[in-house]
């Protein structure tokens, strides 16, 4: 595979941070809180603690620390469903919509720039081979 591909992942790392970090500092958030945020809105159907935990490798006490300050700051809402206290659900709350817009607005703007002057059909097969890519990851996570 190309080395320069390899090379990036950590640059890419370092420059979505760049793009999201001015927007956790503007609302007050950490980032860890920032991520859990977009994480719940670009996810709709992975809404547990559970679930951040196991798709994002994120460790549970730092999901449980952004889920309490998200809570304190009423951004979000965290509950259990009856009888079942292993299972917490985690829903934003309406007044986290405009920390949201702005995260997915820089998410947006850092995948523009990314994808600048590759076209539609380059982009689709990029897609394709990212998909093959991690079914074969998650294949050899489970071994």
């Not at 370092?14 to 920032?34: C, F, I, W």
């Not at 702005?102 to 539609?120: E, H, K, M, S």
């Amino acid at each position: 595979m190309c080395q320069t591909f390899w090379e990036n992942i950590l640059l890419f790392k370092k420059l979505y941070d760049e793009t999201l970090d001015p927007v956790a500092l503007d609302s007050g958030l950490t980032r860890m809180e920032l991520d859990l945020l977009l994480f719940l809105h670009n996810n709709p159907e992975y809404n547990t603690a559970a679930d951040a935990v196991r798709l994002r490798r994120w460790t549970k006490s730092h999901v449980s620390a952004a889920v309490h300050g998200l809570e304190r700051k009423g951004l979000l809402s965290a509950s259990h469903p009856p009888g079942n206290r292993k299972i917490l659900r985690l829903n934003p709350l309406p007044a986290a919509g405009g920390i949201i817009r702005q995260g997915t607005a820089a998410q947006g703007r850092f995948v523009d720039a990314l994808t600048q002057g590759i076209p539609p059909e380059e982009l689709a097969l990029v897609e394709q081979a990212v998909q093959k890519i991690t079914r074969n990851i998650r294949k050899l996570d489970k071994k």
